[in-house]
């Protein structure tokens, strides 16, 4: 009988210590997978996988810069003068364009002949740059001219402000505009939501009555529970108009509107975590500074909030980190105009809104798909500092200070 | 007892969706394909379609790999994925279903009414920046996008922009809804949406491609006559080899009953 006992006590140890591992391994898999997929993104031609520019070989310019490629697409840029080339009108040729200049019969059986009329039209134009796939580009054809392309650099990546993944033929993924508007709109929402919380977790846990703490901190928590999308649709229609109306806006969808909503997102964990932290405090402490004379509100701001001074903190760190990952409330709110914030009251674009939005179209393991992996791998690095500053803060002594 | 149930399911799933057809790709086109999937298994008890979501690449790139039977696709097949799958020994055909009109919409308080397809591709790019210029009041213009996964964005890009990228930091929205909501509710914004998302809240704007000359208003009746130019055809595509299983679904589709479902989705009917 006893063995039986000791045997099945085993088979649940080891039960447990397999979860544990599972669990272990498959975060660890995950974070491989994020860097796996993203880190691919610097291998990819600047210019879209499988497709080149070509030129008439009279033609002196060799290679366009990224943004150069996206402005002659544009029609920002017309004449190959200002690129270093001869006073000409640019010409731009897509593809797609040699089905309007030719009957599918043309083109021969199994398109055969399709690199020898593209040959042509790039000799009979020397003013063209035309975007074509490789598997029919005039490759051994005299007079044409392929512009080299170059990889895609951390600094295109992590230094350029023009988020276009979907630009072609050169997409643009420069993410300082996403990393700012993400940190702006954190940073903000904690600050509004900060004084607001420690309020009312100072209430909850000094001033209130038993019957109103009971009855409010289930509601506050309950504030938690509601889902994002929820919030999301509330900012959409009730704050918008309130921010655009009171500030004089001529847009109501801003980075100050996405903060709000997010302000109050972080409310029920910083209040939850830094009304526990309080209610520690033991009783003795408080009654020893009561006895001394002070007053509840010198016993409060003396002994309770320098007792307590890191579970608050946690409590901070823990709502940056709801704030940092919130992802549907702030699509549907900052309006997600990739620029760089210059203010308050202008549209931002956050990360996980950049996600959220973009990955489903993202053709698979192209370099858009990759960049947003890349992104998550940011998003990802901040939420673990994040944590990390937690862990540390909520491990230090607590009486210090007292 | 748990392990006879859950291979039961998974056992009937397989069966179901051997005998299914099965449809995926555009989000656009899938309410309407439920609708039509709904009102064919009305009609013939026997018969089972499914029907999930995803985005036309998604849908073309499914039936590459044989885990779908239609396509259903808000754009047109591109030149690559054709190739591809002719190289998978596959050709696929294409149906028209219905066609979506799209809407250039503005606040009612706006008093402008008509643009030129020039003047849109200058809103939207960043050209023009004030509603003085267009002939309304000194406004400041702000334009309201979908999101770049949306099909609606690339047709917009395609037809309206002539492939010019729209301008940097456009205001993108996550849902047409939510357009509506925001063009409703900001005094200076424009934005573009389907037909069946106009409401009171938006005014909508008449639209002239051929310089100004004749400016067409956004009704289902100018889109049916071919005169309204944001026009859009909704594809199905399948394999030939699939034909005679899709067929009886595609003409139910094409039937009267199937293009009277389309009207009420809000897409413009075929015939």
Redesign the interface.
């Known amino acids: 009988m006893k063995k039986i006992k000791r045997i099945l006590e085993r088979i649940v140890e080891s039960i447990l210590t397999v979860s544990g591992a599972v669990t272990s391994i498959a975060i660890l898999l995950i974070i491989v997978f994020l860097f796996k997929e993203g880190l691919g993104l610097f291998n990819s031609p600047s210019v879209e996988k ?1 497709y080149s520019l070509y030129v008439n070989s009279k033609n002196p310019v060799d290679q366009l810069s990224t943004i150069d490629t ?1 402005q002659i ?3 920002e840029l017309t004449n190959w003068k200002e690129l270093g080339g001869g006073n000409q009108e640019i010409k731009i040729f ?3 364009e040699l ?1 309007n200049l030719y009957s599918e019969e043309e083109l021969g059986e199994e398109y055969s002949l399709i690199p020898e009329k593209l040959g042509e039209i790039i000799i009979n134009n020397p003013n063209i740059v035309a975007y074509l ?1 490789d ?1 029919y580009a005039p490759t051994d054809v005299q007079g044409v001219k392929v512009l080299a392309s170059k990889n895609i650099s951390l600094i295109d990546f992590f230094g350029g402000k ?1 988020w ?5 033929p050169s997409p643009l993924f420069g993410v300082l ?1 996403l990393i700012l508007g993400t940190l702006l709109v954190s940073i903000i929402a904690i600050l509004i939501a900060l004084p607001l919380g420690l309020g009312v977790a100072i209430y909850l846990s000094e001033l209130a009555g038993e019957r109103t703490r009971k009855l409010m901190k289930p509601t506050i928590e309950l504030l938690a529970g509601i889902p994002s999308v929820v919030y999301g649709f509330f900012g ?2 009730v704050l ?2 309130i921010v ?1 109306n009171i500030f004089g806006l ?4 801003t980075a100050f509107t996405g903060s709000l909503i997010l302000a109050i997102m972080a409310l029920p964990t910083i209040i939850t975590v830094a009304e526990d932290a309080m209610r520690n405090t033991p009783r003795d402490m408080r009654e020893a500074s009561l006895a001394l004379g002070a007053s509840q509100w010198q016993t409060i701001y003396k002994v309770v909030i320098p007792y307590s001074a890191s579970g608050i903190s946690a409590a901070v760190v823990l709502g940056i980190g709801r704030a940092i990952g919130e992802t549907m409330a702030v ?2 709110v900052t ?5 760089m914030p210059h203010s308050l009251f202008e ?1 931002v ?1 956050t990360i996980p809104a950049t996600i ?8 698979a393991h192209g370099p858009h798909y990759q960049a947003l992996f890349l992104l998550g791998c940011i998003l990802f690095i901040i939420t673990m500092i994040i944590s990390i500053t937690a862990e540390v803060i909520s491990k230090k002594q607590p009486n210090k200070g007292v | 007892m748990k392990k006879i149930i859950l291979t039961s399911i998974a056992l009937l799933t397989i069966t179901l969706s051997l005998s299914a057809q099965r449809i995926k790709g555009s989000d656009t086109v899938l309410p309407l394909s439920q609708k039509e999937a709904e009102a064919y298994k009305k009609a013939n008890p026997s018969s089972s379609v499914s029907v999930t979501g ?2 036309s ?2 849908g073309l790139s499914a039936l590459l790999a044989g885990t779908t039977d239609i396509a259903q696709a808000s754009r047109k097949i591109k ?2 994925e054709k ?1 591809k799958l002719k190289k998978g020994g596959k050709v696929a055909k294409e149906v028209i279903v219905a066609y979506d009109a799209l809407a250039v919409v503005v606040n009612p308080a706006n008093k402008v009414s008509k643009l030129t397809r020039e003047q849109l591709e200058g809103i939207f ?1 960043g050209k023009i920046t004030n509603w003085k210029e267009l002939g309304g009041e000194n ?2 213009i ?1 334009p309201y996008s979908r ?4 099909g609606t ?2 047709f917009f890009k395609e037809h309206v922009l002539n ?3 729209y301008l ?7 849902a047409t809804g ?1 357009i509506v ?2 063009v409703s ?5 424009i934005g573009y949406i389907g037909f069946a998302y106009l409401s009171k809240g938006v005014k909508t704007i008449s639209v002239s491609y051929n310089a100004g000359k004749t400016y067409i208003s956004p009704s289902v009746a100018n889109a049916k006559n071919k005169t309204y130019p944001i026009v859009r055809p909704l594809f199905y595509y399948y394999e030939t080899k699939s034909q005679t299983k899709v067929k009886p679904f595609i003409n139910y589709v094409l039937s009267s009953a199937g293009q009277k479902i389309v009207s009420e989705v809000g897409y413009i009917p075929v015939k």
């Open positions: 499988g996206k697409f544009d029609s897509r593809f797609d089905f796939p598997e023009q276009m993944p979907t630009s072609t505009p959409l229609v918008v108009p655009q001529s847009v109501g969808e699509l549907m309006g997600n105009a990739a620029v549209s674009r959220a939005a973009e990955l489903g179209e993202a053709p | 995803g985005g690449g998604v030149f690559d190739q790019t406004l400041k702000v999101e770049t996964s949306s964005y690339e492939n010019k990228n940097n930091g456009i205001m993108s929205m996550p939510a909501q925001s509710q900001t005094k200076g914004a």
